[in-house]
């Protein structure tokens, strides 16, 4: 068995064989305060059509094949439900690297002569559970993704600032200091303390601002900064000896994100596919949600040439498949703003899957106007899919007419949490803003 990158790689080339669509998001330190966060795993099945197949390690929610199939025109893979390993449910991988879900894997390889493996981000279990299967099934089996050395150069923040001042210029990225013990975390905390009003925590790895933590100077001045590193460093569950990032917390005016897809080195350069506003909650900036970018087109043009400059700088050290890059605008937008690289999310996430999803929906047609976010209200705890769906009436969209104006996925955590995620479509942005903040609500009864 092998699990070497250079084996195991997707090289672009079109093959005639399944893929196998995994969304483990084991990788991720910290996410035990994302409500649902253990069904984000059939995130997956929308990426996915006839012929494929998407694992996970808990059944799909009641009603959620027959819409996906049925109403938004997916098609049909096969689901691996695989059984949990220790670890718990996200180890979706490692699942399916056991019993019988890796016995059906094996023989749907061996069936087609071969399988891709398309994986919500390609860490190292994904690279295993590929070269498990390719040994098992004598097929070539090959994996859409970064390898692991590249993977972590995106998704680690201090090795990605590194790589963005050493492509696009120091002026990308904010003054950042980094630190492996609480003393020296507290040390750098304190300097930059003296000199901006608000500072903050970064934990290297960790996504949708879990591991972040914002202090104003006043606080770390008058208080005793080593005790607020301590805590900050118990709850996010920190590792000693890894690097935490001390950072001053820029006021900024917005919070986009650039949206790319790079091909393997050699065939063809990163394509961008978007600019979204994240739509962010709470001091520590918690992402909910996306919106196309309504900046200024000057400001969209030079986030989009640094974002591809960036993405080919990543493209040379071995990245492939989707990236997005996290950004600030400081200052006025339509007048002089500086501009921001603050991390890397290599992998698929909370703006990218539902802007492929849509791009899927319209068969190649112009996004609308839209807004992307979850939904969550305690009244909506147990309720199912289908009765979501007849709440909604005619307003459900469907692609074949073009009708209708929302589309739900990842509802998995419906039935214990109240929460699943929406897209609403407007002829403005405005009106899709109304549709899912003002009117949604009252649609569903809640």
């Not at 698929?348 to 979850?374: E, I, K, N, V």
């Amino acid at each position: 068995m092998t699990t070497d990158p250079a084996a195991l790689a997707w090289d672009g080339a079109a093959r005639d064989v399944p893929t196998l669509h995994i969304d483990d998001l084991s990788a991720i330190p910290f996410l035990v305060d994302i409500a649902g966060v253990e069904e984000y795993q059939h995130r997956a099945r929308l990426r996915a059509g006839d012929g494929d197949l998407f694992a996970a390690v808990t059944p799909a929610a009641h009603g959620y094949e027959r819409y996906c199939r049925d109403v938004l025109g997916l098609g049909a893979p096969e689901l691996i439900v695989a059984d949990a390993v220790e670890g718990g449910p996200l180890f979706v991988a490692r699942a399916c690297g056991e019993g019988a879900a890796f016995d059906r894997l094996v023989a749907r390889a061996r069936e087609a002569g071969g399988l891709i493996v398309h994986p919500y981000m390609s860490h190292e279990a994904v690279w295993e559970l590929a070269g498990r299967i390719s040994a098992a099934s004598g097929t070539r089996v090959t994996v859409i993704g970064p390898t692991p050395e590249a993977l972590w150069l995106a998704n680690d923040k201090a090795r990605f600032c590194e790589l963005v001042a050493a492509t696009v210029g120091d002026s990308w990225v904010v003054d950042t200091r980094l630190a492996t013990d609480p003393d020296a975390i507290a040390r750098e905390l304190a300097a930059l303390a003296a000199r901006h009003p608000r500072v903050g925590l970064k934990r290297t790895r960790c996504a949708s601002a879990m591991g972040n933590e914002v202090f104003h100077a006043d606080e770390i001045q008058a208080g005793d900064p080593a005790a607020l590193v301590r805590a900050f460093l118990a709850r996010t569950e920190w590792p000693p000896g890894e690097e935490v990032l001390a950072v001053p917390w820029e006021d900024a005016t917005s919070s986009p994100s650039t949206q790319l897809w790079i091909p393997p080195l050699g065939r063809g350069m990163p394509r961008l596919d978007g600019v979204y506003e994240q739509i962010l909650e709470g001091p520590e900036r918690v992402f909910v949600g996306s919106r196309p970018s309504q900046l200024p087109r000057e400001v969209n043009a030079r986030l989009e040439a640094a974002a591809l400059a960036v993405g080919a700088a990543l493209q040379q050290r071995g990245y492939t498949g989707r990236c997005s890059f996290d950004h600030l605008v400081v200052g006025d937008p339509h007048g002089g703003c500086e501009l921001r690289f603050t991390e890397a999310n290599g992998r698929w996430g909370g703006t990218s899957t539902p802007m492929s999803l849509l791009d899927r929906l319209l068969g190649g047609a112009a996004r609308p106007p839209y807004r992307a976010q979850d939904f969550v209200h305690e009244a909506l705890a147990g309720v199912s899919l289908p009765e979501i769906l007849t709440r909604v009436g005619d307003d459900v969209f469907d692609p074949r007419t073009g009708r209708g104006r929302f589309v739900f996925y990842n509802v998995g955590p419906l039935a214990a949490s109240g929460k699943l995620d929406v897209i609403a479509m407007g002829k403005t942005q405005a009106r899709a803003e109304a549709a899912l903040v003002s009117e949604l609500p009252g649609i569903l009864g809640v």
